[in-house]
Structure formats: C-alpha cells, structure tokens
C-alpha cells in the first residue's frame, strides 16, 4: 500500500511510514472501505478521522498510537461502537474488531481476550467447561470497553462488577509502549484502567476470571403498559427481600411497530421485568411468583435456561440503530420516587424514550474489589438508564434527580452530550487520582476522544 496520499495536512511519507509497519489495513477518507470501517453499532454519532488503521495484532496498535504522537493527532478506538461518546473530527481511529481472539483457560477459570473480541464469543467458549464470563446484556456488545468501564451484568449482585475480576490488562501507551499491567507492574495504571475507561491507553489484551455458572433460572415477564404502576411497586417492594444470587431489573419498553419487534410489543408501552437467578429453579419459581402474580403478563419466558441464552433475558437489540444513552445512580427507591417515576415515564406520561430501566444493585456491587480498582458507583442502590431516540430531550432522570447518588455510571452514557459527563462517574478523591494516573501515561490527552479525564498533576 505505498505511496499513500497525504490527507488534511498529514505528510505523505509519515503515512506510507505508517502502512509499512502495519500487518492490518489503513483507510483515509479518498479510500472504498473507509466508511465501512467506521460504522458502529450506535449510529447517534460517527467518526470522521483522517486515519483508519484497521489493527490485527498489538503492533499495529502500537504503530498507530507512535504515529499519531509523532504526528499530534488525537486517537480514537472503536470495537463494536455501542458506546461512542466524542466522535472524532479528523485524527486517528484505531478498529480493534479484527482483533478478536478469545482463550479459556479452564482449570484457572480464566479467560484471555483480545481487544475486538465480544461477549458471545467468550460465552460459547467458557460453556463447554460449566464456566461463564461476567457479560453485559447484550452479547454483542465489546469485552475491553464494557469491561474498562465497570461492567453491571446479570450477575452482578453476586459477583460484581466484570472490573472487579480483571487479573492483568495489556494496553499500549501514549509514547506507544506496550505494557502489562497487574496488581505488581504498574499498579497505579491498572487501577485506573479497571473503571476509567479508554483513557489511559489503547487496551489490547485482557486476562479475568470466570465464574463456575453453567445455567440460570431467569427470562422476562412482560406486562402492559396499563400495569406499569403495580408492576414498579411490587418490584421495588420485593428487592429488599431477594438473595445476592438475584439479578433483576424493570425496563418501560416504547418500542416501534416494526418486523424486528416481537408483535406483542409493537407501538405499546409494555413493563419488562428482567430475571437473572444463579439458583436452582424451584427457589427461584418461588422467588418469582409475587411478580408473576402481580398483574396479567402479556408473555412469560422466566425457566430454567443454559446461561448460553443469556441474551434472551434482556432481548437487547440486534441491528445497528441510533440512540442517545443517559443514566443516573439512585441512592433509594421509595414509594414516592417510584410514584415519580410512574408519572414521568408510565402510561399517561409525555415520555418519548425507547426504553427506561431501573436495575436493582447492592450485593456484591456495593462491596470493593478484592483488588481496589476505579469503579465509581458502589454506593448506589439502583441505576435509572434511559434510551431515547435522536433529538429526544430528557423528560425522565431530571424529575427523578430528588432520589439521585450524585453519581453516573460511566458504562450507561453514550452520545456526544454524554462526554461532559464523565466527572460525575467518580467521587472527587477518585477523579483526582485518576487524572494523576492520566497525567504520567498521558501527559498530552492523545486519548481524548472519549469520555475524557483530563491529564491533570
């Protein structure tokens, strides 16, 4: 790929300098696979950079990160781009998706992943051994990106955040080193990466435990939209009185009327209760029951289930669509918090969001890492999450405020008017620490393009 042409000021020999140390590909705008290189999973935003490098092992990365220091372009990274929050305006992207190799290690209950692989494939690879990851709800969604930003699964409350049972982290550096960091080498970084996100470098291979799960007892109860206040009620009533290895949330679906919707949720409000239970199944049909009894499900898939089926409990989109994410952390949910939010977000609101859910914490979520990490929202006893469509104005978590954490988790924002966001994912004690970490490995903010911590002394 020599005689590459310059772009936006960018000296044409630096670029063929670039592409020749690349075993991966590199795009500029002039060029055919640009623009499908940079297409994500969350279309609310998209990248313009003057630089794709299309990365299949760590030292493309590396490669991409040194030239754009030497260069001073900012660097951006998308796998699946669920979770784009600054989308860059020239500079660099790096596309880890290529980069997608996933090994168990089944006697340690470990699991090494590169920097592009997802969830469904760590699943699929851990279940032949009655293991399982820490996953998100989608499985579609990027290991190191939901991992770096906590990671809230349907196994949180008995095992916490996927953050928590990160072992070691490689990630190259602002100056383009590669670095492995653990509780031994470089301590203070591996701190900072476990729940401060992208911003201390470009991870690219990450080791964690699995946990000894080979099935669940969960799925979802589906209730009109007319139910929507009983349905929060008894909800909110019966987490107070569920075990740790309880998982559960309550999302009000607004979903279109279109094929890829299931026909009974089509152009309705429809409460969707998820259930997540790590139990055999008749404690947990018994656990169940007072919300199966609470109003008249339009369906019900809560069984006995392989935890390969994970997905099915959250039913999480799967075609690329636009979306603005915002979430605030709740320090309770009272009867007159939920009576709120039946007004703000239930049958006779205004509420244009696709989605609202409320995610029950606590358990091992509240408690810290056996290996303290940066994961700022242990304090909360709920998150409240909204998915709205473009131009939708937030109409629910500002009435809901009164009940708020002060506390945002960094992993439920995406959009570009989540990035000013950031600071209020952290305590302050943690958001000074994290921009001395920022400070020593990125002095320059390369990693900017995200939401940022800024490099601070």
């Known amino acids: 790929m020599a005689g590459r042409r310059g772009h936006a000021g960018i000296d044409e020999s630096a670029l063929d300098g670039l592409v020749a140390r690349l075993k991966g590909e590199l795009f500029t705008p002039e060029d055919p696979g640009y623009e499908r290189e940079l297409a994500g999973f969350n279309r609310i935003a998209r990248h313009r950079p003057d630089v794709v490098v299309a990365a299949q092992a760590t030292s493309d990365v590396s490669a991409a990160v040194s030239f754009a220091s030497e260069t001073g372009l900012p660097v951006a990274v998308q796998a699946t781009g669920h979770g ?19 090994a168990v290690d089944a006697a340690a209950r470990t699991a090494h992943v590169e920097a592009g692989a997802q969830w469904h494939q760590v699943i699929a ?58 509780r031994e080498r470089h301590p203070e970084l591996f701190w900072a990466l476990r729940g401060g996100k992208g911003n201390f470098g470009v991870v690219t291979g990450l ?24 349905v929060l009620h008894t909800w909110r009533q019966w987490t107070a009185t569920v075990p740790e290895e309880m998982s559960s949330s ?31 199944a008749a404690e947990g049909e018994r656990l169940v ?9 339009l369906a019900d898939s809560v069984a006995e289930m392989p935890y390969t089926a994970v997905a099915d409990i959250h039913a999480d989109p799967t075609h690329p669509l636009p979306y603005h994410e915002r979430n605030i952390v709740l320090r309770e949910l009272d009867s007159e918090a939920t009576e709120r939010l039946v007004r703000v977000a239930g049958p006779d609101s205004s509420c244009g969001d696709l989605m609202v859910e409320v995610r029950h914490l606590g358990g091992a ?15 909360g006893a709920f998150t409240l999450a909204t998915l709205s469509p473009p131009g939708t104005p937030d109409t629910v978590l500002g009435r809901m405020e009164p009940w708020s954490a002060g506390r945002r988790y960094l992993n439920f924002l995406a ?31 390369l990693f900017r ?5 800024a490099p601070r002394p």
């Open 250 to 280: 309550v999302a009000l679906l607004r979903l279109p009327d279109v094929p890829d919707v299931p026909a009974f949720l089509r152009g309705r409000l429809a409460a969707h209760v998820r259930i997540s239970f790590t139990g055999g």
């Open 449 to 453: 393009l995200n939401h940022n911590i």
């Open 289 to 297: 029951r007072p919300l199966r009894e609470c109003g008249t499900p």
């Open 365 to 379: 979520l509240a408690r810290p890492a056996r290996v303290p990490n940066a994961v700022g929202v242990r304090e």
């Open 415 to 445: 959009g570009a008017d989540t990035a000013g966001a950031t600071g209020e994912c952290f305590s302050p004690e943690t958001l000074k620490r994290l921009a001395r970490v920022k400070a020593a490995f990125d002095p320059d903010n």
């Open 125 to 182: 690879a851990a279940a032949p051994h009655g293991l399982a990851p820490l996953n998100g709800s989608s499985p579609l969604v990027g290991v190191v990106g939901y991992t770096l930003g906590g990671g809230l699964g349907p196994m949180g409350r008995q095992y916490g955040f996927a953050a928590d049972h990160v072992t070691c982290v490689e990630v190259v550096t602002a100056d383009g080193s590669v670095r492995k960091a653990d």
């Open 84 to 102: 784009i929050a600054a989308p860059a305006s020239g500079g660099v992207l790096i596309s880890t998706r290529r980069m997608n190799t996933v």
């Open 207 to 230: 080791w964690f435990d699995l946990m000894p799960v080979s099935r669940l007892y969960g799925g979802g109860l589906y209730f009109p939209g007319e139910q929507t206040s009983q």
